[in-house]
């Protein structure tokens, strides 16, 4: 049998609409990963035309893990708007808290639910001793991870563009 006509086990237990589901969590957290990256230049760089190509501070900044470049931000927030630090902080709490969300799409096992359109997920992490993590999402629960989670990224372009902190990043080519 051809590679590209065998089916793979985890076919028979989840449906097209839930690979597109979580596919849809992982693809959105990845655009919010390259958000952060130009919002951090943005933080960084002083706001001027010779400033606009992003390229020098992306190649310093590709790579970090997105706590360090929460971190990042936290500690130039705390220069740049200490009046606000604490609603920022939410804002980056909440993006956390995706995150989190976004690991458990990522680097769970999946398999049937128990409850007609859900698939179940075993999460196990390694801190502190084994802790296993059981849950179910039906597909619109899962899509509506990625909606929050783009609605989170939103969030913080729209505080930073309030206090003329953000522009929206080129775009790429196709």
Same mark, same amino acid.
């Given at each position: 049998?051809?590679?590209?006509?065998?089916?793979?086990?985890?076919?028979?237990?989840? !449906? *097209?609409?839930?690979?597109?589901?979580?596919? &849809?969590?992982?693809?959105?957290?990845? %655009?919010?990963? #390259?958000?952060?990256?130009?919002?951090?230049?943005?933080?960084?760089?002083?706001?001027?035309?010779?400033?606009?190509?992003?390229?020098?501070?992306?190649?310093?900044?590709?790579?970090?893990?997105?706590?360090?470049?929460?971190?990042?931000?936290?500690?130039?927030?705390?220069?740049?708007?200490? !009046? *606000?630090?604490?609603?920022?902080?939410?804002? &980056?709490?909440?993006?956390?808290?995706? %995150?989190?969300? #976004?690991?458990?799409?990522?680097?769970?096992?999946?398999?049937?639910?128990?409850?007609?359109?859900?698939?179940?997920?075993?999460?196990?992490?390694?801190?502190?001793?084994?802790?296993?993590?059981?849950?179910?999402?039906?597909?619109?629960?899962?899509?509506?991870?990625?909606?929050?989670?783009?609605?989170?990224?939103?969030?913080?372009?729209?505080? &930073?563009?309030?206090?003329?902190?953000?522009?929206?990043?080129?775009?790429?080519?196709?």
């Amino acid at each position: 049998m051809d590679s590209q006509q065998r089916k793979l086990p985890l076919e028979d237990h989840l !449906s *097209d609409d839930q690979f597109k589901a979580i596919g &849809l969590v992982i693809a959105e957290w990845a %655009a919010i990963e #390259r958000s952060l990256l130009y919002i951090l230049c943005d933080l960084t760089l002083p706001n001027t035309p010779e400033y606009e190509n992003y390229a020098p501070a992306l190649l310093l900044a590709t790579g970090m893990n997105y706590r360090t470049l929460l971190g990042l931000m936290v500690a130039i927030a705390q220069v740049r708007f200490p !009046s *606000d630090t604490k609603e920022f902080q939410k804002i &980056l709490d909440d993006l956390q808290n995706s %995150a989190s969300k #976004r690991d458990i799409f990522a680097h769970s096992a999946w398999s049937r639910g128990k409850k007609a359109d859900a698939i179940g997920s075993v999460q196990l992490k390694s801190v502190g001793g084994i802790k296993q993590t059981t849950r179910e999402y039906t597909t619109s629960e899962i899509r509506q991870v990625a909606i929050e989670m783009h609605e989170r990224i939103h969030a913080l372009s729209d505080f &930073l563009k309030a206090r003329s902190a953000w522009h929206d990043p080129p775009t790429t080519a196709a």
